[in-house]
């Protein structure tokens, strides 16, 4: 026996943050994800389950607002007009020069086999499970930082021809889960054994530009656990 399933969703909302320079809408919402899932009966003590997802959640960021808590630090005063541009921001409203990103895209499979092995001996109701899952996302992000019309922070890792841009944030995780559970006794005790292993590996190359201090850095953020 074969059982089939699949699911669509959709959310959408225009967002709140006007950026008044380039005419861009922020703290947005453009998403979309599927997921279909497979069940397969070979015998009467077997049951496999599959499933898999796709989703990207495309929008501008989070609306930023410019507040300047210290008028004197030392960056405030490294741009003329700083000041000036950074109060002409609101909680909805702004000037930057920089068109924002922030996507992610997520995608994965996974899966469970169990086998109804019955009564063995003084166990009862053997039952081995395997659980395995997958799952890659993709995130490029670009900031204005400092929420102005003047060039003067930009954090990106978009990817892109120009080195500064950086590199799209990429992670991966690998789950592998195997169980095997029953009871003895006639229900008195019951048992669970099993083993977990657990990877994952993340890469992210972010670009920082101050272009007022003729300053670029480009930096690299891995890791890998398990």
Not at 57 to 66: A, F, I, R
Not at 170 to 197: H, M, P, R, Y
Request: aromatic fraction near 10%; include cysteine; glycine fraction near 10%.
């Amino acid at each position: 026996k074969l059982f089939s399933r699949l699911a669509f969703a959709s959310r959408n909302f225009d967002g709140y943050v006007e950026n008044t320079l380039i005419g861009q809408t922020l703290s947005n919402q453009n998403s979309v994800a599927f997921l279909g899932s497979l069940r397969f009966l070979p015998t009467d003590d077997v049951t496999i389950d599959i499933s898999g997802t796709w989703s990207q959640d495309q929008n501008g960021g989070l609306g930023p607002e410019c507040v300047v808590s210290n008028p004197n630090a030392p960056l405030v005063n490294i741009y003329d007009g700083y000041l000036e541009a950074c109060e002409r921001s609101t909680a909805f409203e702004f000037q930057g020069n920089t068109n924002q990103i922030s996507e992610v895209v997520s995608y994965g499979t996974w899966g469970t086999a169990a086998w109804d092995i019955g009564d063995v001996g003084v166990f009862e109701s053997l039952e081995a499970k395997s659980i395995t899952s997958w799952r890659e996302q993709n995130s490029p992000t670009r900031t204005d930082v400092d929420a102005t019309d003047i060039n003067l922070i930009q954090l990106s890792n978009h990817g892109g021809a120009d080195p500064i841009d950086g590199r799209a944030g990429t992670a991966e995780q690998v789950q592998q889960e195997v169980q095997l559970g029953g009871s003895a006794w006639d229900d008195k005790i019951n048992l669970v054994t099993g083993a977990f292993f657990f990877w994952e590996k993340s890469d992210r190359r972010n670009g920082l530009q101050v272009p007022v201090v003729n300053q670029n850095n480009l930096n690299r953020v891995q890791s890998d656990n398990w």
